[in-house]
């Protein structure tokens, strides 16, 4: 959740439009307003105030899934006053969690028996299945050292430079240092052999990506396990792999069965992977799965009476919506695995539709990979003039959402744009978008590069290296693209007369 900040230069007030038929009154923005407005005033102003955002479909930066089918839209807001938490008052609900997590435990090859049930839990997301995995590893971890009369307050994980931020949070949050195998140019996942060798007897886990957030590329799980496993065998320790499979968790089952990164590879104690992802159920719902019990610590599970009788309970938050997990339900039974290959195998021949037309115009360089989560990450081939920032900016006039970044170290001279291929992403709006970006490019060609306005900027950037405040390679970006808008808009206006 993004922290909140008042925009104090914006007007105090809301003002009504359409709602001015039911009232009168302007609304405080940053406080209660004394009294109560009729219920059609408060919907409209509301109503009208999202009309400013975007649209989500074509909002390509986001993994989480913006469409689901009409029937399972009734399901969630039947059961969008459920509390998730409430086992003993909503057992069906608790019984259809509990399917859906030996369902994915199964799919992602636990050594479960015919009778026998999965360990795992429904998350909010991917970020709170990442914080129980670490929890349970660290525990763990702590534990065997006790019992050897060891030290225990320097623990670590090992990890890509390419994961997402939730591993950092959980890295300061619950005091554990991660320690980064650094990318480089064209290769931007983590080297299993260099991650092998940092790990070190304070390592609770090594943590592989399926589906990196930077280019979507699936990391070398199985080679990782291999080389592991050696090292473990050689100094007698016994780190285990968490795989972070938010993205690629419902994908690689579907497209690539014969590829190894799950628990097939005995390493492997824990998966997370995100249902509102390629799950395909809206924002809101996360999963963890261990391979056995006992990679669950007891003493994490936590006990509860006071909601009816005995409840096993191991989350981060205690209230929880339950539709989210219905709609999981809905979608496992729905589509089952035919269902499931069937909008996986869309998704990569749209993405691979998009990925042939901006190779078509001669100036797109692809940093994606043809195996891994149906997106498309790509650079300029020559980004002097124009970089891919003004791409990303000026898409928006067309109503694409597309985001531009840095990699991160050592290849953080490298920017990428990204296109995710959802679901709702088809065939039709690949087309658009190239279209648009090639519209977009010509557009560039026809304004003056940046060059002006890094000249501009280089006394400023002068004058702050001496006081000691230096800018951030991003920040940097953003004030030439800043300048540089400043420069075409009073070049445009001078042309055209206006004053």
Known sequence: MALSTAEVETDESVHSTFASRYVRTTLPRFKMAEHSIPKE???????DELMLDGNPRLNLASFVTTW???ECDKLIMSSINKNYVDMDEYP??????????????RLFNAPLGDSEAAMGVGTVGSSEAIMLAGLAFKRKWQNKRKAAGLPTDSPNIVTGANVQVCWEKFARYFEVELKEVKLREGYYVMDPAKAVEMVDENTICVAAILGSTLNGEFEDVKTLNDLLAEKNKETGWDTPIHVDAASGGF?????????????????????NVSGHKYGLVYAGIGWVIW????????????????????QPTFTLNFSKGSSQVIAQYYQLIRLGLEGYRHVME????????????LEKTGRIEIVSKDVGVPLVAFSLKDNSSHDEFEIADLLRRYGWIVPAYTMPADAQ????LRVVIREDFSRTLAERLVND??????????LPSKMKAKMEMAGEDADRTLFGSKKSEMETQREVTTLWKKFVMERKNKSSGVC
């Open 68 to 70: 689901m089918e009409p």
């Open 437 to 446: 970006i090639q519209k977009v490019l010509h557009d560039l060609d026809m």
């Open 346 to 357: 869309n998704c990569m021949e749209n993405m691979r539709v998009l990925k042939e037309g």
């Open 291 to 310: 391979r056995n019990k006992e990679d669950l610590p007891d003493e994490l599970i936590f006990h509860i009476n006071y909601l009816g009788a005995d």
């Open 92 to 105: 069906v609900t608790t019984e259809l969690q509990n399917r859906c997590v030996n369902m994915i435990a």
């Open 251 to 271: 994908i690689a089952p579907f497209l690539y069965p014969e590829l190894e990164w799950d628990f097939r590879l005995p390493l492997v104690k824990s998966i």
């Open 41 to 47: 005033a408060a919907y409209q102003i509301i109503n």
């Open 413 to 416: 001279h490298v920017t990428v």
